[in-house]
């Protein structure tokens, strides 16, 4: 079956503006988590979903950053006002349900966000 | 705070050889821990947990909570294991996200 998928694998914007990011989830996994990757860096924590409601959004960097997944299965990453060091690959994973001793989260491609 | 170092950016060794990978973590509680890997334009993908015990691929990782580390070995290195490598942890008691290291690229030469 398919795996996450992510659009677009490219995004370049510019300074200021607004962009979306989508997360398509593998079918019939309950939890999804966004993470951003700086280059040199491994994969940093961002937002985690259990359903529609967002379980832990302690990793979102300020308020710029927002994520909805209003139907429990596809997932928007929201980035206002975008900034120069805003740019990194952003990842999507999913796993059947959340919990530390649970699932293997299944990661996506990701989308590589470029601010210029 | 819970943190992972890999202590190592860059790693090559000879295809036969042993391979060592270091992974040390920082938490308090009881961890859970993990290694992922991602080949050359791949995605980011689960090589093995510590709470399952497998081998995959030839490679194992112990969990030593006294040394607080998680190495991953496998005894003699393909060139197909070329890849970044990235150690990870997940907290116990209902935190789901994983923390990760910075990940450390092993270069198997032929």
């Known amino acids: 079956g398919a795996g996450v998928s992510q659009t677009p694998s490219n995004k370049v914007t510019e300074k200021g503006k607004y962009v979306e990011l989508r997360c398509d989830p593998i079918s019939g996994h309950t939890a999804l988590y966004w993470y951003r990757q700086s280059l040199g860096q491994g994969p940093e924590f961002l937002i985690y979903?259990?359903?529609?409601?967002?379980?832990?959004d302690s990793g979102l960097p300020n308020d710029r950053f927002f994520a909805v997944r209003p139907e429990g299965s596809v997932s928007t990453l929201k980035i206002q006002r975008t900034e120069r060091g805003d740019s990194a690959v952003y990842l999507c994973?999913?796993?059947?349900?959340?919990?530390?001793?649970?699932?293997?989260?299944?990661f996506g491609p990701g989308t590589r966000l470029t601010v210029l | 705070a819970q943190r992972v170092t890999q202590p190592e950016k860059l790693l090559s060794v000879f295809k036969g050889a042993p391979v060592e990978l270091k992974c040390n973590y920082s938490?308090?509680?009881?961890?859970?821990l993990f290694w992922y890997v991602q080949y050359s334009r791949q995605r980011l993908q689960l090589l093995l947990r510590h709470i399952s015990r497998e081998s995959i691929k030839g490679f194992t990782a112990d969990l030593n909570k006294g040394e607080t580390s998680f190495h991953l070995k496998k005894p003699f290195a393909q060139e197909e294991d070329s890849a970044m490598y990235y150690c990870?942890?997940?907290?116990?008691?209902?935190?789901?996200?994983?923390?990760f290291g910075k990940g450390t690229k092993l270069t198997v030469n032929p």
């Open positions: 979903f259990q359903g529609t409601g967002a379980a832990d």
């Open positions: 994973a999913s796993s059947l349900r959340g919990g530390w001793s649970s699932n293997e989260q299944f």
């Open positions: 990870a942890l997940a907290a116990q008691g209902g935190s789901e996200k994983l923390v």
């Open positions: 938490y308090s509680g009881s961890p859970e």
